[in-house]
């Protein structure tokens, strides 16, 4: 049984092709951003990596050569004048654990490849060993060099795709899916729970979920979602039902439709979850606090510096967040794209402390320590040079205390470097980040200002129309 997929990539292809040759240097921190593979500038690196290929055993390139596959794709798109828009594509195809050997998958992939792309387009097949099923990686140059048309990646091309593999299953008497059911994950979907994190989708059905399960009717449901923030679109202008009923979350750009969304969160199947016998417990209540006698204390008010700036930005994050309380949250009361943050809280939890520690307020003052550290780490590497000679220069006297004290300055030198360079980092995704964090923040305050509003108006409105029935009451 083989799975397929494959899709387009628009970043720069030298750094795909060296990802798939060499992630040693970027799975870590692309992984973190939950679809890296999905970046050309990695993919053929990741492809035919050491490791994963056994010793790049299992490597084939198609029309083009392993050591220039990046010059030749960029050369087929010079030679008919294409060299925008999507760069490549990446596909991968994954069997059953135990039901291939790495040399079938392998002459499986390679005949795939050959089939579908091979008397048109540069397609690098590597297979991958390291993990507990064999699969498949295909980097294939966006432009033809037959003739210099763009590959299209069609739904009738996805289609050719999964029958041919289907097709070459059977050959090698291999199983097939003959009825698939439901809609599969796309790749990023797939690495993001891999890694233990969360998709959007991931998100979305963790929302459903929760909102079923303190809900007894659709309206109820889509009050406690609309809290969260999302948005429904689920009639159309005449009233009718859409073909394609969707919701929204706060923060995307477009529906996300909700059969689409995986088995059990369909419309229907909620509709069926909520008709159902449903706990009405909050999934994540709130710590019970004991009632406290407050006395009138003897003592002068203790004044806490209000923090501004950089600091004042993440503490107020982490506060909307609800990190920083001592009482645990509700995830209701934390907004969709927030909530993608608690997967990253020990990343945000340093960044915070760091700003605090260094008493950073502004974008100038984090430039500033930059550079700063930057030139420290100049310094501690010349110094570390400087040691590694002394090291060779009294490793041949054969002085061992002397040895043993240099690698001990060496040792000591590394560590501060070390430190230095994750402030160096630290710099740099604050840098990155502040800005959306503040964009983040103002449209929360908003939303919440919004929220206030509406409720004096409920109030509003409550209270004259129990105001209206009194009167009728007495009047009768």
Same mark, same amino acid.
């Given at each position: 049984?083989?799975?397929?997929?494959?899709?387009?990539?628009?970043?720069?292809?030298?750094?795909?092709?060296?990802?798939?040759?060499?992630?040693?240097?970027?799975?870590?921190?692309?992984?973190?951003?939950?679809?890296?593979?999905?970046?050309?500038?990695?993919?053929?690196?990741?492809?035919?990596?050491?490791?994963?290929?056994?010793?790049?055993?299992?490597?084939?390139?198609?029309?083009?050569?392993?050591?220039? =596959?990046?010059?030749?794709?960029?050369?087929?798109?010079?030679?008919?004048?294409?060299?925008?828009?999507?760069?490549?594509?990446?596909?991968?195809?994954?069997?059953?654990?135990?039901?291939?050997?790495?040399?079938? =998958?392998?002459?499986?992939?390679?005949?795939?490849?050959?089939?579908?792309?091979?008397?048109?387009?540069?397609?690098?097949?590597?297979?991958?060993?390291?993990?507990?099923?064999?699969?498949?990686?295909?980097?294939?140059?966006?432009?033809?060099?037959?003739?210099?048309?763009?590959? *299209?990646?069609?739904?009738?091309?996805?289609?050719?795709?999964?029958?041919?593999?289907?097709?070459?299953?059977?050959?090698?008497?291999?199983?097939?899916?003959?009825?698939?059911?439901?809609?599969?994950?796309?790749?990023?979907?797939? @690495?993001?729970?891999?890694?233990?994190?969360?998709?959007?989708?991931?998100?979305?059905?963790?929302?459903? *979920?929760?909102?079923?399960?303190?809900? $007894?009717?659709?309206?109820?449901?889509?009050?406690?979602?609309?809290?969260?923030?999302?948005?429904?679109? $689920?009639?159309?202008?005449?009233?009718?039902?859409?073909?394609?009923?969707?919701?929204?979350?706060?923060?995307?750009?477009?529906?996300?439709?909700?059969?689409?969304?995986?088995?059990?969160?369909? /419309?229907?199947?909620?509709?069926?979850?909520?008709?159902?016998?449903?706990?009405?417990?909050?999934?994540?209540?709130?710590?019970?606090? *004991?009632?406290?006698?407050?006395?009138?204390?003897?003592?002068?008010?203790?004044?806490?510096?209000?923090?501004?700036?950089?600091?004042? /930005?993440?503490?107020?994050?982490?506060?909307?967040?609800?990190?920083?309380?001592?009482?645990?949250?509700?995830?209701?009361?934390?907004?969709?794209?927030?909530?993608?943050?608690?997967?990253?809280?020990?990343?945000?939890?340093?960044?915070?402390?760091?700003?605090?520690?260094?008493?950073?307020?502004?974008?100038?003052?984090?430039?500033?320590?930059?550079?700063?550290?930057?030139?420290?780490?100049?310094?501690?590497?010349?110094?570390?040079?400087?040691?590694?000679?002394? @090291?060779?220069?009294?490793?041949?006297?054969?002085?061992?205390?002397?040895?043993?004290?240099?690698?001990?300055?060496?040792?000591?030198?590394?560590?501060?470097?070390?430190?230095?360079?994750?402030?160096?980092?630290?710099?740099?995704?604050?840098?990155?980040?502040?800005?959306?964090?503040?964009?983040?923040?103002?449209?929360? $305050?908003?939303?919440?200002?919004?929220?206030?509003?509406?409720?004096?108006?409920?109030? /509003?409105?409550?209270?004259?129309?129990?105001?209206?029935?009194?009167?009728?009451?007495?009047?009768?």
């Amino acid at each position: 049984m083989a799975v397929t997929s494959i899709w387009p990539i628009k970043s720069h292809l030298e750094t795909v092709i060296n990802y798939a040759r060499n992630p040693e240097k970027t799975i870590e921190k692309n992984y973190e951003g939950m679809a890296a593979l999905h970046k050309i500038d990695n993919v053929v690196e990741y492809a035919a990596d050491n490791m994963k290929t056994e010793e790049r055993k299992y490597v084939t390139c198609i029309n083009c050569r392993e050591e220039t =596959a990046v010059e030749q794709f960029m050369e087929t798109k010079r030679y008919w004048g294409k060299t925008d828009g999507r760069i490549c594509f990446h596909g991968y195809q994954s069997f059953k654990e135990a039901e291939v050997t790495a040399e079938i =998958a392998h002459g499986i992939g390679v005949k795939l490849a050959e089939r579908l792309w091979g008397d048109r387009f540069e397609v690098v097949v590597a297979t991958h060993c390291n993990t507990g099923h064999y699969h498949n990686h295909f980097v294939l140059n966006s432009v033809s060099c037959a003739d210099g048309y763009h590959f *299209d990646n069609s739904p009738y091309d996805y289609r050719r795709m999964r029958e041919e593999s289907d097709r070459l299953c059977r050959e090698y008497r291999i199983s097939v899916i003959e009825n698939p059911t439901g809609r599969g994950k796309n790749y990023g979907e797939y @690495l993001a729970e891999k890694n233990g994190k969360r998709s959007p989708r991931g998100t979305i059905r963790a929302d459903i *979920d929760r909102a079923i399960a303190v809900s $007894i009717s659709w309206r109820g449901f889509q009050k406690e979602m609309e809290t969260c923030g999302y948005e429904f679109k $689920i009639n159309g202008e005449s009233g009718a039902q859409l073909k394609y009923p969707g919701l929204k979350p706060p923060g995307a750009k477009s529906f996300f439709r909700f059969h689409k969304l995986g088995a059990g969160y369909g /419309l229907d199947d909620i509709y069926e979850r909520l008709s159902q016998e449903l706990s009405r417990t909050v999934p994540f209540p709130e710590e019970e606090r *004991d009632e406290v006698l407050r006395h009138r204390a003897k003592t002068q008010p203790q004044y806490h510096k209000h923090m501004t700036g950089l600091q004042g /930005l993440y503490i107020r994050y982490c506060y909307e967040l609800h990190i920083i309380e001592k009482h645990p949250a509700s995830a209701k009361r934390v907004s969709f794209f927030m909530r993608e943050d608690l997967a990253r809280l020990d990343k945000l939890d340093a960044q915070t402390r760091f700003l605090g520690k260094s008493q950073i307020e502004t974008i100038e003052n984090l430039m500033a320590h930059k550079n700063k550290t930057a030139g420290k780490m100049d310094i501690l590497a010349a110094k570390r040079n400087e040691l590694r000679n002394d @090291l060779k220069r009294v490793s041949r006297n054969g002085d061992s205390a002397d040895v043993e004290a240099v690698k001990a300055q060496i040792a000591d030198t590394s560590a501060q470097l070390k430190t230095l360079r994750k402030d160096l980092v630290l710099c740099d995704a604050i840098a990155l980040r502040s800005a959306q964090t503040r964009e983040e923040l103002e449209w929360l $305050i908003d939303q919440q200002e919004n929220n206030r509003e509406e409720e004096k108006q409920y109030e /509003l409105f409550g209270r004259r129309g129990r105001t209206g029935r009194e009167n009728d009451t007495r009047g009768n």
